[in-house]
């Protein structure tokens, strides 16, 4: 793979789930990974239900994390993810394994554990379901009731050794989304970084804020601009959903120093005639901010425009298209010298 990738490959043929497994795997695991795939799965209901009884019979919710949606309660199902390269040995491969757990205390040590038991839900009233991940080596249980703990409370993110943003292709239609990747870069050295990128769409903008409170009753939190076609500053959202989707992807970009950042369908809302310049951005930001970018898209003006941009930048550019042959999926890799003699003669590649 290379510093910048571009995933293409037609519906279904894997592109959100290879995102989903790096995510997964970047972030070793952590609970709050998998809570935000269920939940942009819609597999946990609203996060509002506060009062939300849940019976350890239930697996419903989880049976997306695993390839088919298999049913849980009749027999183990697991997945496994490695890779090779920059991440440290503690964090270049994980396994996740669903089985049922009970829990042993130890009264004299003061310590307790887990005990795996057979997949019975009537053979042991004490005992539940629960996500056995080996990372690197290192075993962690995970009772599923605390997944769905975790949702209700919203909680703050997991410490990772390494930086991981997420993009979805819907985020930047809400600004006050992009409020908290805001705050990690203002008045920071690159917080100038996003309003030249929106330069690229809008020649006009100025400067960029978030005004606002999460607090109830006040004003949301919303992205604001200062421009010289406007008196006074105007909401973000009155620039189209161009800027705005660019602005998610460099706030996205500017927050994953030294770690990974990842766009489902990138191109969504960015006019062909700017995707070249975008991605020359893009280029060099990763190169600077030491970030691994992996986006996926099904445009063929985005391939041709992430094309131009490589050939003209000294860090590793790499189109990655994904088949899908019956229950495998196959990987097929382009060099950046390739993807010049796919974009001049259009072989289709998406």
């Given at each position: 793979?290379?510093?910048?990738?571009?995933?293409?490959?037609?519906?279904?043929?894997?592109?959100?789930?290879?995102?989903?497994?790096?995510?997964?795997?970047?972030?070793?695991?952590?609970?709050?990974?998998?809570?935000?795939?269920?939940?942009?799965?819609?597999?946990?209901?609203?996060?509002?239900?506060?009062?939300?009884?849940?019976?350890?019979?239930?697996?419903?919710?989880?049976?997306?994390?695993?390839?088919?949606?298999?049913?849980?309660?009749?027999?183990?199902?697991?997945?496994?993810?490695?890779?090779?390269?920059?991440?440290?040995?503690?964090?270049?491969r994980i396994s996740a394994q669903f089985s049922w757990f009970v829990r042993r205390t130890d009264p004299d040590r003061q310590v307790f554990s887990y005990e795996r038991v057979a997949p019975d839900l009537f053979g042991d009233v004490d005992a539940f379901p629960a996500l056995a991940l080996d990372i690197a080596g290192r075993p962690r249980i995970v009772p599923l009731d605390r997944l769905l703990r975790r949702f209700l409370r919203r909680p703050e993110a997991d410490a990772t050794p390494?930086?991981?943003?997420?993009?979805?292709?819907?985020?930047?239609?809400?600004?006050?989304?992009?409020?908290?990747?805001?705050?990690?870069?203002?008045?920071?050295?690159?917080?100038?970084?996003?309003?030249?990128?929106?330069?690229?769409?809008?020649?006009?903008?100025?400067?960029?804020?978030?005004?606002?409170?999460?607090?109830?009753?006040?004003?949301?939190?919303?992205?604001i601009a200062r421009s010289t076609a406007h008196s006074s500053p105007v909401p973000l959202r009155s620039f189209g959903d161009g800027v705005n989707r660019l602005f998610g992807i460099i706030l996205s970009l500017c927050n994953a120093r030294n770690g990974v950042l990842l766009v489902d369908e990138i191109e969504n809302g960015l006019h062909y005639s700017v995707q070249t310049e975008i991605?020359?951005?893009?280029?060099?930001?990763?190169?600077?901010?030491?970030?691994?970018?992996?986006?996926?898209?099904?445009?063929?003006d985005c391939v041709r425009a992430f094309q131009q941009a490589a050939s003209e930048s000294p860090q590793d550019g790499a189109l990655v298209r994904l088949t899908r042959r019956e229950n495998r999926v196959i990987a097929t890799q382009f060099t950046e010298q390739e993807l010049t003699l796919v974009t001049r003669d259009q072989i289709e590649v998406r």
């Open positions: 793979m290379g510093k910048v990738n571009l995933i293409t490959g037609k519906n279904n043929a894997g592109k959100s789930s290879l995102l989903e497994a790096i995510r997964i795997l970047v972030t070793g695991g952590a609970v709050k990974t998998l809570v935000d795939i269920l939940d942009y799965r819609e597999e946990l209901g609203s996060s509002n239900d506060a009062e939300r009884a849940w019976l350890p019979t239930d697996l419903a919710p989880f049976c997306n994390l695993f390839s088919g949606f298999p049913d849980l309660a009749s027999s183990q199902h697991g997945f496994s993810i490695s890779a090779e390269g920059a991440l440290p040995e503690s964090l270049s390494f930086a991981c943003v997420y993009l979805d292709p819907f985020s930047s239609r809400s600004t006050s989304q992009m409020a908290a990747l805001w705050d990690a870069i203002a008045l920071t050295d690159v917080e100038s970084e996003v309003v030249k990128a929106l330069q690229i769409i809008s020649t006009d903008i100025q400067a960029v804020s978030v005004v606002g409170s999460d607090e109830r009753g006040s004003r949301a939190r919303t992205a991605w020359r951005t893009i280029f060099r930001l990763a190169s600077t901010l030491n970030v691994q970018v992996f986006a996926t898209s099904h445009s063929w």
